[in-house]
């Protein structure tokens, strides 16, 4: 896929910050975002728990697509698809089609899954807990950094919630592009 296993493990760590950072730097922002939409607490609520309640039937059917067509095919749809839903909330048509982003984002955001099922694959059985320790570690930096960022960006008046899926969407193009380059379907 990508060469070494020091580079992929390199490449690894990088997918799981950044899949994780262009999240975080709106997701914290999105229940507000959606209240500006004149919605109540319980459909805001309804509208937060449509992603994960995707993620919770979709993953099994990631991993069955994972086993028929390799973890690098299906990561490279996952990052295109992901950049494609977060796009399309930057553009802020209806809270209809803000549902339907966060649908799709749950269908196809399962970058975290396949960077681990190819650290499971390629690693040595002796390195194989401190490879995945490392990945929940740029995991969890990311979901430090971005919500601080973000946030703060946000205060000074830099940027807008919608600024903030766009640049979301292009970290992920940016991180199809990379992993694209590196492994054609």
Same mark, same amino acid.
């Given at each position: 896929?990508?060469? *070494?296993?020091?580079?992929?493990? +390199?490449?690894?760590?990088? %997918?799981?910050? &950044?899949? /994780?950072?262009?999240?975080? !730097?709106? =997701?914290?922002?999105?229940?507000?975002?959606?209240?500006?939409?004149?919605?109540?607490?319980?459909?805001?609520?309804?509208?937060?728990?449509?992603?994960?309640?995707?993620?919770?039937?979709?993953?099994?059917?990631?991993?069955?697509?994972?086993? *028929?067509?390799?973890?690098?095919? +299906?990561?490279?749809?996952? %990052?295109?698809? &992901?950049? /494609?839903?977060?796009?399309? !909330?930057? =553009?802020?048509?209806?809270?209809?089609?803000?549902?339907?982003?966060?649908?799709?984002?749950?269908?196809?955001?399962?970058?975290?899954?396949?960077?681990?099922?190819?650290?499971?694959?390629?690693?040595?059985?002796?390195?194989?807990?401190?490879?995945?320790?490392?990945?929940?570690?740029?995991?969890?930096?990311?979901?430090?950094?971005?919500?601080?960022?973000?946030?703060? !960006?946000?205060?000074?008046?830099?940027?807008?919630?919608?600024?903030?899926?766009?640049?979301?969407?292009?970290?992920?193009?940016?991180?199809?592009?990379?992993?694209?380059?590196?492994?054609?379907?």
């Amino acid at each position: 896929m990508f060469g *070494s296993e020091k580079h992929i493990m +390199i490449v690894g760590y990088f %997918l799981a910050f &950044s899949d /994780l950072f262009a999240v975080s !730097l709106f =997701l914290p922002l999105m229940m507000k975002y959606i209240h500006s939409w004149g919605t109540s607490a319980t459909t805001a609520g309804f509208i937060m728990s449509i992603y994960g309640f995707t993620q919770f039937f979709s993953a099994p059917l990631m991993g069955r697509l994972t086993n *028929s067509y390799g973890c690098e095919n +299906i990561l490279t749809v996952c %990052l295109l698809l &992901s950049a /494609l839903s977060y796009i399309l !909330l930057s =553009l802020e048509i209806s809270l209809q089609f803000l549902i339907f982003t966060r649908f799709i984002a749950g269908l196809f955001k399962h970058v975290q899954l396949q960077i681990q099922t190819i650290t499971i694959i390629t690693q040595e059985k002796n390195y194989l807990a401190q490879a995945i320790g490392r990945l929940n570690l740029m995991g969890n930096l990311a979901f430090i950094l971005g919500p601080a960022i973000s946030s703060t !960006l946000m205060r000074i008046g830099f940027v807008k919630f919608k600024n903030l899926a766009e640049i979301s969407g292009i970290i992920f193009l940016l991180n199809f592009g990379n992993i694209f380059k590196h492994h054609k379907m």
